[in-house]
């Protein structure tokens, strides 16, 4: 019961400090719970964030599912997911609020035409560095330009798009992976 | 169909099909919440992203509690989390037993290879749709620069959100 507690408190002290995107809990989540408890092997840990990032949805909801089924069976991942979400869901329905006040504030909106201009950088500086990461071989282009152009041209449901995505990779990249 | 449910279906579909991060979920969110919903204007969804980088949480949580929230209320914000993140809970709970398994998966590693150029695709087209709106003055191409700039020297982005947002006000945007 204790150590159920513990893990759950643990949770939301890593949800209320992940800022940035799932990949930053990675290092929190080891230091916590392979480091000083050990409750999860490494080897264990290592497994689990790869297959969260191969599966669809958050990194972060992923992996604290897996941890918490890890140590604690389903009552472990439902509260292992609550004390990640809790922090988040809270916070962003404060800002929500003051943001429906706040937002034609002139101040407020200089503020954001700031940001504004900023995001799609953000977006883009996300690109180039998967760029790097990408192999670089005919299949895996091809499939990248004709992607780039059903989504620009035909605009093409990103939805669509992933499955045709998928269905490439299994027929065409068995000799590039 | 009513918005409470609505709202979990959509960001359901969205939680099911997000593969490749945050980013790439951006693509699919701007396509059912913006284009077909309307439940957000592209300008807001903007702001959500700008404000995602500087709270605790995933986009995808942050993104889903938000629409969720002033589409509906805390009933709103409940209903499109649980969507966001059903899949998961779903795949997750049949594949915990299996994890080493799954992830040595040849169908698995084959269907990412494919996935892995899309998802830039995805991604360079949320770039252009947003760029689009956004630069559309010479203020707004200065403080892209310099945010440019520091996301180049490996500036944390949070910092370039508040820095952004600071210098926003003071060029008087």
Known sequence: ??????????????????????????????????????????????????????????????????????????????????????????????????????????????????????????????????????????????????????LLYFNLHPILLIIFSIICGIIFLERNV | MDILTKLFMVFWKIGTFAFGGGMAMLSLIEREVVANYHWISKDTFIDIIGISQMTPGPIAINSATFVGFTSAGVAGALSATSGVILTSFILVSLLHHFVSKFKDSKYLKLALAGMRPAIIALIFSVFIKLAWTSYSSIKGGIIALIAAGMLHYKIHPILVIVASAFLGIIIGM
């Open chain 1, 1 to 150: 019961m204790k150590k159920i507690i513990e893990m759950f408190l643990c949770f939301l002290r890593i949800g209320a400090f992940t800022f940035g995107g799932g990949y930053a809990m990675i290092p929190l989540i080891e230091k916590e719970f392979v480091d000083n408890k050990n409750w999860i092997s490494k080897e264990d840990f290592v497994d689990i964030i790869v297959l969260s990032q191969s599966l669809p949805g958050a990194l972060a909801v992923n992996s604290s599912l897996f941890v918490g089924y890890k140590i604690f069976g389903v009552v472990g991942a439902v509260l292992a997911l609550l004390g990640v979400v809790i922090p988040s869901f809270t916070i962003i329905i404060v800002i929500s609020l003051l943001f429906v006040k706040f937002r034609q504030n002139p101040i407020v909106n200089s503020a954001f035409n700031g940001i504004k201009s900023a995001v799609p950088m953000l977006i883009l500086f996300a690109i180039i560095s998967l760029g790097k990461s990408l192999k670089k071989n005919v299949p895996t282009i091809t499939i990248l330009l004709i992607s780039v152009f059903l």
